[in-house]
T-cell receptor, first 112, second 113 residues
Framework: ETGVTQSPTHLIKTRGQQVTLRCSSQ?????VSWYQQALGQGPQFIFQ???????GRGNFPPRFSGLQFPNYSSELNVNALELDDSALYLC???????????FGSGTQLSVL | AQSVTQLDSHVSVSEGTPVLLRCNYS??????LFWYVQHPNKGLQLLLK??????LVKGINGFEAEFKKSETSFHLTKPSAHMSDAAEYFC???????????FGSGTQLTVLP
């Protein structure tokens, strides 16, 4: 067990809707990253939060946004869902920016 | 810039035989390299990492990898495969002080009885 939990495990939405995915990190982990894993591909970096501030972003549009809270929980929000947003979304936390990442099991999002 | 190429999308071995999963990388700066394993319905687990110390890196569950700068390779090996090794394996690079990890497309390892 990695100590990182994600909810929900599965989610079905329709195109144009908004979705919020949640992640609970280990106590003391002040860095959280989110990754998108499309079917048959490796995870792609969405963004990273360090002490509640976004400090790194991959090649994803602004409709992907996040929040990190002082209680080691975080959210990934996606607005105006598109069919291509269907993927496994992974949360990963670490004690600091460049230390080992601990991954959750992911949220499987299906956009119809 | 950083990128990873996993040379085999599928590898099949018999139980008890050696495993070789191949990975080439590209990095503008001194890279950190990792191998992660993903079992179905489980989170990604770190097998091993290279961060400019010894070029031969030993990881968990008997896996090891060798960093070869001249070949820009970081192949994963295990002397004897076990049924429980069947999973998806990802080679990952972080270039210099970049915050993001860049994953390869994965290698699905099948272990035959």
């Amino acid at each position: 067990e990695t100590g990182v939990t994600q909810s929900p495990t599965h989610l079905i939405k329709t195109r144009g809707q908004q979705v919020t995915l949640r992640c609970s990190s280990q106590s003391g982990h002040n860095t959280v990253s989110w990754y998108q894993q499309a079917l048959g591909q490796g995870p792609q970096f969405i963004f990273q939060y360090y002490r509640e501030e976004e400090n790194g972003r991959g090649n994803f549009p602004p409709r992907f946004s996040g929040l990190q809270f002082p209680n080691y929980s975080s959210e990934l929000n996606v607005n105006a869902l598109e069919l291509d947003d269907s993927a496994l979304y992974l949360c990963a936390s670490s004690p600091s920016e460049y230390e080992k990442l601990f991954f959750g099991s992911g949220t499987q999002l299906s956009v119809l | 810039a950083q990128s990873v190429t996993q040379l085999d999308s599928h590898v099949s071995v018999s139980e008890g035989t050696p495993v070789l999963l191949r990975c080439n990388y590209s990095s503008s700066y001194s890279p950190s390299l990792f191998w992660y394993v993903q079992h179905p319905n489980k989170g990604l687990q770190l097998l091993l990492k290279y961060t400019s110390a010894a070029t031969l890196v030993k990881g968990i569950n008997g896996f090891e990898a060798e960093f070869k700068k001249s070949e820009t390779s970081f192949h994963l090996t295990k002397p004897s495969a076990h049924m429980s090794d069947a999973a998806e394996y990802f080679c990952v690079v972080r270039s210099g002080s970049a915050r993001q990890l860049t994953f390869g497309s994965g290698t699905q390892l099948t272990v035959l009885p």
